[in-house]
């Protein structure tokens, strides 16, 4: 079973690489994906990293107070989506 790490407040300049490499030192990395406007395709300043969920812990205990590019990292364990309306 897999389990997803956000990754908050990433310079605009993060790559999925970057977010492989910051990860894979404490969990073994299954995915990484960074949020992208839809508009423009620039970052969102965010991504996820999905790794196996026996790793979580360590994973998130390990990433806390991590700077990227001179930027604070915020380092949760991800939420479900909320389901959204639809246009009608």
């Known amino acids: 079973m897999a389990k997803t790490i956000f990754i908050g407040n990433l310079p ?9 490499q910051l990860v894979s030192p404490h ?9 992208s406007d839809r508009e423009t395709g620039r970052s969102r300043g965010f991504g996820f990293v999905e790794v196996d969920d026996q790793q979580l812990p360590a994973a998130l205990d390990a990433l806390q107070n991590v700077e990227m590019g001179g930027r604070l990292l915020t380092i949760n364990e991800a939420r479900p989506r909320e389901a959204r309306g639809g246009r009608m």
Do not use: F
């Open 12 to 20: 605009w300049s993060a790559t999925e690489d970057d977010l492989i």
């Open 27 to 35: 969990a073994q990395v299954l995915s990484a994906r960074i949020a």
